[in-house]
Structures are given as C-alpha cells and as structure tokens.
C-alpha cells in the first residue's frame, strides 16, 4: 500500500494519506479533507469545502422544486380568481369577463371595481343595492385571493435568484 506525506494547510501537521482513502482528519487539530487521485494526481480539498458545493446544488435542486410547487399553487389561485369572477358577474347580473382580462388577477380586480364603481354612479331609483354589496364582497375576497398570488410571486422571485445563482 503506497502512502503519501502532506502537510495539514490548518497547522502544518504532517498527513499521511493511502491510496485507498478518500477522506482523512489531521490528527493534530482535526481538519478533515477530502481526497482523490486521478492519472496519478493527488486532489486534496477541505470536507467543508465540498459540503459547501453540495449545499449549494442542494439548494438549487430544493429551489427548482418550489418553483414547480409555487407555479401549481399560482394556477390554482388563478382557477380560483377566474370561479369567484364568473359567479360574481352571473350574480350580478353581468355577462362574461372580457377575454383579454382573464389571465391577469389585477386588470381582473380593476374590472370588478369599475363596475362597483359604475353601479354606485347610478342614480338613486336605477341603483340595485343588493348588486353593489355583492360586489363589494366578490372585490373583497378576489383582493385576499390576489394578496396570497403576491405572496407566491414574491416566493418564486426568490427561488428564481436562488436557481440563478445570485
């Protein structure tokens, strides 16, 4: 078994490494490195150095999996918004919500608060107050639902830094 003669780059301590070994702690201040020999080269590395770069791959593999997550929870809040919209707008007595606004929680918001809005600018005999409370409460619960699609955002802003690498 051939062995190889370092010395610790923590204390100056004398290493002895086999062949066979791919890891080792000086014994005189408890440094661990890792080793590896490649074409008869010898590669010799801090441990804490490698936990290190397996952290950081950890974390990017964690981050790409929240990102997968946070997008499922993001279209489900959006089916979400899209239900409390349709049932809002067919209780009060509304059509379709434009196409073009269907994908977007805040043109779908401004929507809604313009026909509050519009509704609250009716005179007094023309105006059906059943209407404007029923939207005043779909506008209520589509503002908490886009608070959380904010908050998933947010998330996603920053597991997207952490795939990134920033």
């Not at 066979?20 to 804490?48: M, P, R, W």
């Not at 790409?64 to 209780?91: F, N, Q, T, Y």
């Amino acid at each position: 078994m051939e062995i190889i003669s370092m010395t610790c780059r923590q204390c100056s301590g004398s290493l002895k490494i086999s062949k066979d070994a791919d890891q080792i702690i000086c014994q005189h201040c408890g440094t661990e490195y890792l080793i590896s020999f490649n074409e008869g080269a010898i590669s010799v590395k801090l441990l804490s150095e490698g936990l290190k770069k397996i952290q950081v791959s950890t974390d990017k593999t964690a981050s790409e999996l929240a990102l997968v997550r946070l997008k499922a929870e993001r279209d489900l809040l959006m089916m979400k918004i899209r239900d409390e919209i349709k049932d809002a707008l067919a209780s009060a007595g509304f059509g379709q919500i434009p196409e073009k606004l269907i994908n977007d929680p805040y043109k779908i918001r401004a929507y809604i608060s313009d026909e509050l809005e519009i509704e609250n600018k009716k005179s007094f005999l023309t105006r059906r107050p059943l209407k404007i409370d029923y939207l005043k409460l779909k506008l209520q619960t589509i503002s908490k639902i886009i608070q959380t699609y904010e908050e998933i955002i947010n998330q996603e802003n920053y597991y997207l830094k952490q795939v990134r690498g920033k």
